[in-house]
C-alpha cells in the first residue's frame, strides 16, 4: 500500500507539473542585422558598418483559464558593430503586460505604433523598414512609452481593430492618440492608421496585393506639422514591388512627399533598389542602393543622403 500510495503522488505531481508547463511559455527571440556601407551625406563620404535595429526580446504567455490569457514582452536593442546598447534605456524597444480574451486585448507599456505597422512597415519589404533602406519620409509622431491599447476581437473575418492613448505624466508632454485597422481579404491587405500629438496628427492608408511571384504594394500619407512645428500639411505617397523566384527576392520602391505648405521647396523623394538571397529560412544575405533627395534638410537623414550597402540577416 505504501509503494502505491508513493505512485500515486508522483504520478500526480508529474501530471500537475505537465499541466502548469502546458499552461504558460516563455520565448526567446532576436534579430541580427548589420550592414557594410559606403554612405554619402550632403558629399561627406565615409565607410561604416551599420546596425539594422538588431534586438534581443522574450516574449511568453500564461493561460489564466475560461478563455483569459496574460502576456508580455521585453525587448532590447543593441549595436552588432560594436555590442554597445542602440538605445537609451534597455527594454525602450518593447516592454509591455497584456490580458486577452474574449473582449479582446489589453495592453500595457512600450510598444511601437500600429498606425505604422498598418502603413509604411506593411509595404517595406525589403529589410523589414531597418537601417537606411528606411522610409525616410513617412512622419511618426507618437513616443511610445507610457501607452494604454486596446485590440478588438475579429468581429469580421479578416479585420484587426487598435486604439491606444499615451499619458502625457506632466512635464509639459501633449496626451498622444492612435488608431489602426487591418484588413486581409485573400491576396489584398488594407491597412489605415491615425497619430495625434498636440496640433501634430497624420492620417495615412496602404495596400498589398500578391500576384504570384510579384507583390504590389502602395501607401498615402496626410499629415500637419509631422515633422515639426509650423510647417503646415503634405501628403506622401510611398509605392513597392517585389518579384521573388526561388531563393531570390528583387525589391524597389521609390516615395515622394509634396511640399509643406508653409515650407516652400521642401518636396523630397527616396528610391531604393534592393536584392535579398535567403540562405534558409532564418537567414538571409542582401544588398541595395538607395538614394534620398532633401533640399531643405526636412528628414531623417538631414539633407541629401545616400548609400551602396551589403548586409546579413539573421533571425532566431
Known sequence: MKHTLIAVAAATAALLAGTAQAQSSVQIYGRLNVTAERQDSAGVKKYVLANNASRLGFKGTEDLGGGMKAGFVLEHGFNVDNGSSSQSAFWKRQSEVNLSGGFGMIRLGNFTSEAYYATSDYIGMHNHETGTSSDALYAYLTRDINKVAYRAPEFVKGLTLEVAVLAGEGGGRNRQWEAAANYQLGALHLGFGYEKSGDADQFAASALYEAGAFVFGGMIQRDTDGWGPNLGNRTNYRGSVAYNF???????????????????????????????????????????????????????????????????????
Open 246 to 316: 526561388g531563393n531570390n527576392e528583387l525589391h524597389f520602391n521609390y516615395g515622394r512627399s509634396g511640399e509643406y505648405s508653409k515650407l516652400k521647396g521642401s518636396k523630397a523623394s527616396q528610391f531604393t533598389l534592393g536584392y535579398n538571397y535567403n540562405l534558409s529560412k532564418r537567414t538571409k544575405a542582401y544588398t541595395y542602393y538607395t538614394k534620398t533627395s532633401d533640399k531643405k534638410m526636412v528628414y531623417g537623414f538631414g539633407g541629401d543622403f545616400s548609400s551602396i550597402a551589403f548586409g546579413v540577416r539573421h533571425n532566431f
